[in-house]
Nanobody, 125 residues
Framework: QLQLVESGGGLVQPGGSLRLSCAVS????????IGWFRQAPGKEREGVSC????????NYADSVKGRFTISRDNGKNTVYLQMNSLKPEDTAVYYC??????????????????WGQGTQVTVSS
């Protein structure tokens, strides 16, 4: 069964941290591109960070560079997003997604086929 399940969202004060998890079943992480995306109310879904299986590269959106870190545990088939120095503008529903390896940037959400249900992150004092 193909499934992605996100967890770890919540309410945090500005400057705080959260770690999101994406548990994957039905896929072997090594063979796919996997990314974290987010969608704020009234805005389009945007790429946050991703692993590209071609060359093993990692990409980050400019808005999160230096604050967010993507990582993976292949043994647990789980991908993580460590979010530090959170800002109110990071408030969004965060999703993980998987795609068959593809030549375009792994930060492009419309190139992904399989999505989790999302987890809410709210940054507010």
């Amino acid at each position: 069964q193909l499934q992605l399940v996100e967890s770890g969202g919540g309410l945090v004060q500005p400057g705080g941290s959260l770690r999101l998890s994406c548990a994957v079943s039905g896929f072997t992480l090594n063979y796919y591109d996997i990314g974290w995306f987010r969608q704020a109310p009234g805005k389009e879904r945007e790429g946050v960070s991703c692993f590209s299986s071609r060359g093993g590269s990692i990409n980050y959106a400019d808005s999160v560079k230096g604050r967010f870190t993507i990582s993976r545990d292949n043994g647990k088939n789980t991908v993580y997003l460590q979010m530090n120095s959170l800002k109110p503008e990071d408030t969004a529903v965060y999703y993980c997604a998987i795609r068959v390896p593809y030549s375009s940037s792994c930060l492009r959400p419309n190139t992904y086929n399989y999505w989790g249900q999302g987890t809410q992150v709210t940054v507010s004092s």
